[in-house]
């Protein structure tokens, strides 16, 4: 096709990874908005992950089990102390951050996390997210199997024309769509090209990783999607609809969702806004927090009952931003490198990954045009 072509596809794809990281780094701002437990628990996971890296690297180098286990304890800590955080009168309040000041937070991690060396804190910090990963599916399918929910959310809703509140247009393309990591984007062909090789020992372990991920990433898929169904409808639309529809009180929310079909009274929904430890559940979009609820509603079923729900809440929280931010992480890097191949063509050094400006200077472009987005909202 010649270089022309070549560098034409590589902008297109370029742009599209910017729109996914923006999205993806849109959904932990909308989770941890306004939510200072969260906020910390998931901040707490920078410094964790970090000393980690240095475990492994300097103080106990190849003591793999022994960092996991002192990860995960820290991790469970770091939970139970974000509850401390935001009962705090002094520390509450300063970890109770905008959408706007988290979207600036993200910029600054992004550019961060992806000049430093790879084991310093990508590779514990997606070390480390495994485990969460893992237990957190696993311990939401039992607890499915123990409780068995109903699932509330008809089959069909009102808004099967298209002129719904949380979404509105025809089903096709927008479902495949949302799921742009995988089916339209090739994000999972960018990664497992650039960074998963470099975490490999041999290649042996590719139809593993790679064929189990895809496995693993469907029954995630499943877990979710029950999650939210189990949901009373009329918390589902309150979670996921604009202020600009629903209003920014639980009064105007349950009216609002009221003419939809689906009811629920302005107590209830503040009620459970209080089970969860927040101070609000309303218009907040994204998909995480209403997975959060919704495993929330069910693992208190098995452990702690209503008393475990601000637990349960934060911890899913904690799952998913971990999920995505270590998805953020390789995002940015790879388009670094597709950044710092474009430079090259006007100066071939800048194609050099082991050129410390060229690092610097790709990074920043790539936060600045993911953060714009984000910013923007």
């Not at 935001?86 to 970890?95: E, I, S, T």
């Not at 898929?221 to 169904?229: F, V």
């Amino acid at each position: 096709m010649g270089p022309i072509p070549g560098i034409i596809a590589q902008v297109g794809v370029l742009m599209i990874m910017v729109i996914i990281l923006a999205v993806l780094a849109l959904v932990v701002v909308k989770a941890l908005a306004e939510s200072p437990w969260g906020t910390f628990t998931v901040a707490a996971t920078i410094p964790i992950a970090i000393f980690m890296g240095l475990y492994t690297r300097y103080l106990r180098p190849g003591r793999v089990g022994e960092v996991s286990v002192i990860g995960v304890v820290l991790l469970i800590l770091a939970i139970i102390g974000g509850g401390q955080i935001a009962a705090d009168p002094v520390w509450g309040p300063a970890f109770t951050l905008s959408g706007t000041t988290l979207a600036l937070a993200m910029m600054a991690y992004g550019f961060i996390a992806s000049v430093i060396p790879v084991w310093l804190l990508l590779a514990p910090r997606d070390y480390l997210s495994t485990f969460l990963k893992i237990g957190a599916i696993l311990a939401l399918a039992v607890g499915i199997l123990i409780v068995r929910p109903h699932i509330q959310m008809p089959a069909i809703t009102p808004f099967i024309d298209g002129s719904g509140p949380v979404f509105s247009g025809a089903l096709f393309p927008f479902l495949f769509i949302t799921i742009a990591c995988g089916a339209v984007s090739g994000f999972h062909a960018l990664i497992s090209s650039g960074t998963t090789p470099k975490l490999l020992e041999n290649e042996n372990q590719i139809p593993l990783i790679g064929y189990g991920a895809m496995l693993c990433e469907s029954f995630v898929a499943i877990m979710a999607l029950i999650a939210a169904t189990v949901l009373d409808p009329a918390v589902y639309f309150a979670m996921n609809s604009p202020v600009a529809v629903i209003g920014d009180n639980a009064v105007s929310a349950a009216a609002a969702v009221a003419q939809w079909g689906f009811h629920i009274t302005p107590a209830a929904l503040e009620q459970l806004a209080r089970d969860v430890g927040e101070h609000s559940i309303l218009s907040r979009a994204g998909g995480a927090p209403t997975l959060a609820v919704g495993m929330a509603h069910i693992l208190s079923g098995v452990i702690g009952g209503k008393a475990m729900m601000a637990f349960w809440y934060h911890f899913a929280i904690l799952f998913e931003a971990l999920f995505i931010l270590t998805t953020v992480d390789a995002g940015t890097r790879v388009c670094r490198f597709m950044i710092q191949d474009l430079l090259g063509v006007a100066v071939p050094r800048m194609r050099e990954t082991r050129s410390w400006v060229g690092n610097v200077l790709a990074t920043a472009l790539t936060v600045g045009l993911w953060g714009y987005f984000l910013y923007a909202g």
